[in-house]
């Protein structure tokens, strides 16, 4: 069974930084890419940032210059480095990662459960 597991989140300040880990449980044929998303009170999920196991990346207009997520491939975590926070940052944030388990299965996305991070002003 396929477990993505986040952690860093938390409550900070306006313009103070955190750095958010997910690390998947199980191990993959290929994976795709890995990424995050976020999903704030009454809104819809929002795409944060993803990378591709070339190391391609794509962020979001509204974090781009503040965000900056990278991976480890040799251990299957991404992470996301996120500095000058502001209150519109606030949201429970969700790794993503797309990929194969097996050579005979298609890629499927995995998500995990959600870190809060909570920006005050």
């Known amino acids: 069974q396929v477990q993505l597991v986040e952690s860093g989140g938390g409550l900070v300040q306006a313009g103070e930084s955190l750095r958010l880990s997910c690390a998947a449980s199980?191990?993959?044929?290929?994976?795709?890419?890995m990424g995050w998303y976020r999903q704030a009170p009454g809104k819809q999920r929002e795409l944060v940032a993803t990378i591709t196991s070339d190391g391609s990346t794509n962020y979001a207009d509204s974090v781009k210059g503040r965000f900056t997520v990278s991976r480890d491939n040799a251990k299957n975590t991404v992470y996301l480095q996120m500095n000058s926070l502001k209150p519109e940052d606030t949201a429970v944030y969700y790794c993503?990662?797309?990929?194969?388990?097996?050579?005979?299965?298609?890629?499927?996305?995995?998500w995990g459960k959600g870190t809060l991070v909570t920006v005050s002003s």
């Open positions: 993503n990662l797309r990929g194969k388990v097996s050579a005979f299965r298609i890629a499927m996305d995995y």
């Open positions: 199980a191990i993959f044929f290929s994976i795709n890419a």
